[in-house]
């Protein structure tokens, strides 16, 4: 019964999508797959791309009518009028969700000619002007201000590169104290903690170059970036290619057909490369600050590897100091087995007619076997600093 509950749970929260549109206004909806592919008409392949439930690297597709986006946490379907957030229970989409109903609407502010204001006391000719003026300068503005769709999109990608990030920065506060406390002490404590470090650094790292990845792959193709144009693409005639009310997969055919769409509309909406300067400009922007979080990453990268082969370094000195100990007892065991040999020959019970009332030769043989063991380890350990075989 768990098993089961616990599946109609994530069932129903893939099912589950929040929609925002141009006034920033936000409702959930509780829809099944197939109407969501309807309603902003792609495939089911790129549906799945959105499945939480699944892992897809960060992706941004351009399709006839929408805008497919999945970029970490942010799984999205933004069209020319609103935008469709997957799971929006997600606490990280707390933030991004705020965001896009304060920043979606366009707030535009009437200014009168000379600027102070329209006074209550004021004819009706002109208030009726000043009316007038300020419906002008709306229009105006409104032609000005992007598309809704790179509004959207702007929103998405300056909060996920925010998010990685602020999470590259938590990750540096982190890092530098523990190496540095690591250099400073060895312990299975601050390995440990570094090791841990290093595995996070590494999983971000992988995160960030996805999505700058992806920015880079699409910041190379004019007709992708051509193919997120969507208010453009409504505007202009209906395609008989577009006709159909459910799109065809993309396949080779399909894509061939799209490319030579984009290029159609880039060459024949301004008839040259300014058409796309727009959406360059914004990439460029966010690529630039997810390849300077990705350079962060890359210098922490290069400071724990600077730790690392400082701390190889200490092991080896550490390791070659065991060794010239081991050089040295192993010399002072030579001289020492020849005095035991010594000590050995003189101590059988053989009776020896020089031993007989003779017993000062035991402090002479021990006095000589001794010096002459000293001798042979002062040679040993001559010989051993000469070859460079242990330190001065």
Known sequence: MDGQG???KSL???RTWMVIDTNGRTKILEVEKHAIMHRVGIHARDLRILDPLL???????GRERAIVLNLEHIKAIITAEEVLLRNPADTNLVPIIEELSRG?????????????GVEANMES????NQLSIGQEVEADENSKASPFEFRALEIALESICSFLDARATELEAAAYPALDELTSK?????LDRVRKLKSGMTRLTARVQKVRDELEQLLDDDEDMAELYLTRKLAMPASPDSESEFPASPTIGSRITAASRGRTVTTNTHGSEDDIEELEMLLEAYFMQIDGTLNKLNTLREYIDDTEDYINIQLDNHRNQLIQLELILSSATVVMAIF???AGIFGMNIPY???TNHGYMFKWVVLLTGLVCFAMFSALLFYARYRGLIGT
């Open 353 to 355: 007619p020089w031993n």
């Open 12 to 14: 129903s929260a893939s």
């Open 186 to 190: 060895i312990s299975s404590r601050n």
């Open 6 to 8: 616990l599946g109609k």
């Open 340 to 342: 035991s040999l010594v």
């Open 55 to 61: 892992s897809y690297p960060s992706t941004i597709l």
């Open 104 to 116: 979606l609407p366009i707030h535009t502010i009437a200014h009168d000619t000379d600027g102070s």
């Open 125 to 128: 000719n002109d208030v009726q």
